[in-house]
């Protein structure tokens, strides 16, 4: 019985350590540039595609894929925003359509390239379990959970600590101020950018030896973590944080107990419930 | 008398009845293949005009539209299986079912603005394929639901027949395109208007821009329950895979393809898009990544669609 909790516990906060990573990305793009970026769905899914194929294809070890996966994901995110987001900054409508139809684009484009088949991606810290009383863990779970704190605390940082960081809030805070601070707006557009894609890349390189590659794999992750961004509050790092964890727990928890088949239901209640009684999220203004 | 002289001299009105009469003579002209394909075309149509009047004319971006064209098919072929209605009550049920899950939804969810509300309709068609998937004992899941019954035979009419039904569906349409016109152009589609152009602007005068909104979703989820309806009794077999976010996005697609804003645009965006996709059948998936990336260059470049298209292409001419 304990066992089955702890390693639940565990598997929730492996979920969670994902939602999270990509939550964090969504809700700065989403507060700064105003646009719930759905392609990151896509970028999950060629960034593990990308680490696949390194290690499958070019034979290098995992770890060098990771790197792969992260230079893949932050160039993917980038360009989207210069080619598509930008000429359409001041209309989020249209922006927010061509966000779907890119998310639409890159799983329809991962089915026709490489089949909807899912491919295993062979990593050496699957294969270490560590034992903590009884209780056996993989290697590759514990540095899951580990690297995401890692770069939490490195992103915290980079907003709080540096003066780019500090750029980035007051663009957030209000971009014309910040202009004529003489802060490059399109610089920091490709920042936040940057650094979503990067988070969602590493989230899905360090995910993916547990689970599959397969065309469709970014779908689930990006919606929750739009989920996520709500539930936690619209621009809030510790709500998204926090928000990712927890969803991932109720995951995991749900399934045993409530219901496997609605699994991924969840989420639409939270959103649902969230609304309805503090549309501001859990952390955020208002 | 000058209305109907000024009616039959006005160039549009022979395109449109030039239009109706292909119509009505189309199963006697093509094989019963394309004639199957344009049915299947005009459920779209049906789907894609209606959700106009919410994108278009109301400004709310929704991607339930597959969901709602999932729920009034399954609702209405369980009708007829599980309760053994007979099909002329079992689609108005369904209508009707659809119509009460948009309401019940889109009470709490048109609270919210834009984005929000897009996210929570993108999570209400995912929600609603998985009902269709892992309820068994109601939907039977992945194996699919079989052995719907066809429409019953009206004043000897035989409606299983693909050329009869395919009447049947034209009547619908063209019902359900004269209704929405009319809407579009009245008073409630003002209404719309005015909340699209600035919610805080409309709200001020005292127009209840929550109610219209939801009327709006509303209208657009009945007409795509019945257009659901009706393809479970055409069809005759559902499964799960046909109602998932990629046929909201097809949706979203056809309309923004067509041009918003418009109700005749969407119709256009609903048969390139059909005709296309059928003539590419044997690539699948290559065929929406090509709509996915004409999608992107449309909002790019030509924000109002094929009709923006065309009156860009007239005004070169002169």
Known sequence: ?286 | MLKITHFLKSKKTWFYILISLLLIALPFMVSEYITYVVVLTLFYAMIVSSYDLLLGYAGQLSFCQGAFYGIGAYASALFSIKAGFPVYLSIPLSVVITALVAAGVGYPALRLRGAYFAVTTFFLAHFVYLIFLNEVWLTNGPLGLRGIKPLEALGGIDFSSTTNYYYLVLVCFAASIYILYRTANSNLGKMFISVREDEDLAESFGINTSLYKLVAFVISALVAGIAGGLFAHFFRLLHPSTFTWLTSEMVVIMTLVGGIGTIFGPLIGASVVMFILEFLRFAPELRFVIWAVALIIILIYEPRGLVGLVERIRRVKR
């Open chain 1, 1 to 286: 019985m304990i066992e089955t909790i702890l390693a639940q516990l565990v598997n929730g906060l492996v979920i969670g350590a994902v939602y999270s990573l990509i939550a964090v990305g969504l809700t700065l793009i989403w507060s700064i540039a105003d646009i719930p970026d759905f392609a990151q769905g896509g970028i999950y899914t060629f960034a593990a595609f990308a680490a696949y194929f390194t290690v499958t294809l070019l034979h290098f070890p995992y770890f060098f894929s990771l790197v792969v996966a992260v230079i893949t994901g932050t160039l993917l995110s980038v360009t989207i925003e210069k080619v598509c987001y930008r000429p359409l900054r001041g209309s989020p409508f249209s922006q927010l359509l061509v966000a779907i139809a890119l998310f639409f684009l890159l799983a329809n484009l991962a089915i026709f390239l490489w089949t909807p088949k899912a491919k295993i991606l062979p990593s050496p810290l699957e294969g270490i379990i560590l034992n903590f009383a009884g209780f056996s863990v993989s290697l590759q779970r514990i540095t899951v959970i580990a690297a995401a704190f890692a770069l939490f605390i490195a992103v915290n940082f980079l907003l709080k600590r540096t003066k780019l960081g500090k750029a980035i809030r007051a663009t957030a805070q209000d971009p014309e101020t910040a202009t004529l601070m003489g802060i490059n707006r399109d610089f920091i557009y490709t920042v936040i950018f940057a650094l979503g894609g990067c988070l969602t890349a590493i989230a899905a390189a360090l995910i993916a030896p547990l689970y599959a590659v397969y065309p469709e794999m970014g779908t689930l992750p990006l919606l929750k973590a739009l989920v996520v961004v709500v539930f936690g509050g619209m621009g809030s790092f510790i709500g998204a944080l926090a928000g990712g964890f927890l969803l991932g727990l109720i995951e995991t928890f749900g399934a045993i107990y409530v219901s496997v088949a609605y699994q991924h239901g969840f989420a639409f209640i939270i959103l649902i419930l969230t609304l309805i009684f503090k549309p501001g999220g859990l952390f955020g203004r208002s």
